[in-house]
T-cell receptor, first 109, second 114 residues
Framework: GQSLEQPSEVTAVEGAIVQINCTYQTSGFYGLSWYQQHDGGAPTFLSYNALDGLEETGRFSSFLSRSDSYGYLLLQELQMKDSASYFCALNRGFQKLVFGTGTRLLVSP | DGGITQSPKYLFRKEGQNVTLSCEQNLNHDAMYWYRQDPGQGLRLIYYSQIVNDFQKGDIAEGYSVSREKKESFPLTVTSAQKNPTAFYLC?????????????FGPGTRLTVL
């Protein structure tokens, strides 16, 4: 089976940089995705790593290391609107995703 | 505008009743998915469909059923066999041709069993 662990909550101030970690245990997967979800809302896609290394998309970057069973999402120039929950998700094939436990990010002024 | 719609937004059900949640997409996506989310938790896959007239059980399919008679529609029925159905239900779709592993989600249906 697969399991993904994330810190339950992270706090930061506007303009700062924050890293949200995701560690996983799995026998195999195709890629690691990151989704953002505001309270009561739908998850929205942020980033995807099929290969090891860093993927950059604007203020957001995501990293994957298969040898370390580890990935992270990096958010730069934090804004108040970035306050949300962030989920990592493994693709087991045919885009069957298994989601992590989620990290609640609180951005303060 | 293309997107995914789910209805209703809020649904109340009495114990022992079956209820069907609607999911429609006009993104021309082949694949569709149903997830369940409990408070403070991640999403768990209930059922998924890669193509019309075909669907597969996900990780927590017991007490649920689906159909995929049209490409645009993937309704989920929560049956009385589901012991703890109160949750936030999310429908998603994706293209099978994309290189990026992106799923598009609907706004969700919040089901409460009274």
């Amino acid at each position: 089976g697969q399991s993904l662990e994330q810190p339950s909550e992270v706090t930061a101030v506007e303009g700062a940089i924050v890293q949200i970690n995701c560690t996983y245990q799995t026998s195999g997967f195709y890629g690691l995705s990151w989704y953002q979800q505001h309270d009561g809302g739908a998850p929205t896609f942020l980033s995807y790593n099929a290969l090891d290394g860093l993927e950059e998309t604007g203020r957001f970057s995501s990293f994957l290391s298969r040898s370390d069973s580890y990935g992270y999402l990096l958010l730069q120039e934090l804004q108040m609107k970035d306050s949300a929950s962030y989920f990592c998700a493994l693709n087991r094939g045919f885009q069957k995703l298994v989601f992590g436990t989620g990290t609640r990010l609180l951005v303060s002024p | 505008d293309g997107g995914i719609t789910q209805s209703p937004k809020y649904l109340f059900r009495k114990e022992g009743q079956n209820v069907t949640l609607s999911c429609e997409q006009n993104l021309n996506h082949d694949a569709m998915y149903w997830y369940r989310q409990d408070p403070g938790q991640g999403l768990r896959l209930i059922y998924y469909s890669q193509i019309v007239n075909d669907f597969q059980k996900g990780d927590i399919a017991e007490g649920y059923s689906v159909s995929r008679e049209k490409k645009e529609s993937f309704p989920l029925t929560v049956t009385s066999a589901q012991k703890n159905p109160t949750a936030f239900y999310l429908c998603a779709s994706s293209t099978r041709q994309g290189k990026i592993d992106e799923q598009f989600f609907g706004p969700g249906t919040r089901l409460t069993v009274l």
